[in-house]
């Protein structure tokens, strides 16, 4: 069902929240968790949608997956101990899930078959199949293997070096999955550093696998062993109140218990380099992942930058809530070098655009970014999400500052990463 929601100026945001849990530190606890022989314990999960598509999918494939109030309780099935699922296994709006999916099960010895809704299955899959099929998988998609539905039929597979053209926390995460059972040495090698999570997981649960500069590598091992897993605050998530409280006059809001890993926060050093009013607090470790307090404040000296492109890829999620954040900086701010917008839940790069121009504001897109000429007076007006739960809710934020009434249509999209986002956000403002 098609949601909307409509908003209006606000006056200044306070107080403090704590986000959901880390959407991409789920999809790996419970994959990982289900491939370790014996019970896990997961606490803090995300139970959004996508998460429970990773969920679903895996007890497909036979593992033990029980839910009670703040904890997830995983019995797995072993590296070895997979079933072929009975029916084809739906992944929704996940990437994610069937991305790190196709990996893990091109080396299964039985037949299984993966799609998605309509925008997950318009994404491109062949940045997957592409290195899976050189180590031998037998994957099949629409438009010459390179969309969804995916049918994968699981073979003996060997180990390669591949250099991604991309760099891309799936594609290394579903190549990694394939070299667990590989024979040989698996190694990919980035163009620059995507989130590690992966990295920072598997090796706990007895994988072995080794990380030199932008090279990862796995080799085999007999079995995985069961942990027990905290999954920390979403950055990503936490970014539109980061955001929101920097451009809403007034405001102060402090955000608890946020993953501040750094190939995931470029978001912060782009601020930074803003002049916007943030402090980093509490520093601590939680299950591998450091873990911190951020207290944001509204700042009025905002200055456009043109964004790092080493940047980009730490940032990549963020996209939609820092295009919001510029049209308030000073000056004309860029951004480059991140044609992977292209490739998102939505064309992010033109949706952003899009709606934007809508609230009054002088956007240039380009094939790999755009630039955005700020400080804006936004004006209130009808946005359409694109069925992007990021656009929806930076668009929602956006509407806090925009005079009259902005509506946003196509909210349900939000219930993908952040279910509570707009109880929250009614929460903190007055």
Known sequence: MVKSITLRKTGPLKGELTPPPDKSISHRSLIFCSLSKGRSRVKNLLLAEDPVSTM??????????????????????????????????????????????????????????????????????????????????????????????????????????????????????????????????TTVVEPRKSRDHTERMLPAFGANLKVDGLRVSVTPVDELHPQDITVPGDFSSAAFFLVAALIVKGSEVMIRNVCI????????????????????????DVSGEPVADILCRYTDQLKAVDVPEELVPSMIDEFPIFSVLATQADGVTTIGGAEELRVKESDRIKTMATELSKMGVEVEEYPDGMSIKGPVKLRGATLQSHHDHRVAMALSVAALLAEGETTILGTEAVDISFPGFYDELKRLSP
């Open 261 to 284: 890993n750094p190939t995931r926060t470029g978001l912060i050093e782009v601020i930074r380099l803003m002049g916007g009013s943030m402090e980093i607090m509490n520093e601590r």
């Open 56 to 185: 679903n999918a895996m007890r497909a494939l036979g593992a033990d997956i029980r839910q009670y109030d703040n904890e997830i309780v995983i019995t797995g099935t072993g590296l070895h101990g997979l079933r072929e699922p009975e029916d084809v296994i739906n992944c929704g709006n996940s990437g994610t899930t069937m991305r790190l999916l196709t990996g893990l099960l091109s080396a299964q010895p039985f037949f299984s078959v993966l799609t998605g809704d309509s925008s997950l299955r318009s994404r491109p899959m062949k940045r997957v199949i592409t290195p899976l099929s050189m180590m031998g998988a037998n994957i099949y998609g629409r438009e010459q293997n390179s969309l969804a539905p995916l049918a994968i039929r699981g073979n003996r597979l060997k180990g390669i070096e591949y250099s991604s053209p991309v760099a891309s926390a799936q594609v290394k995460s579903a190549v990694l999955l394939a070299g667990l059972y590989a024979e040989g040495t």
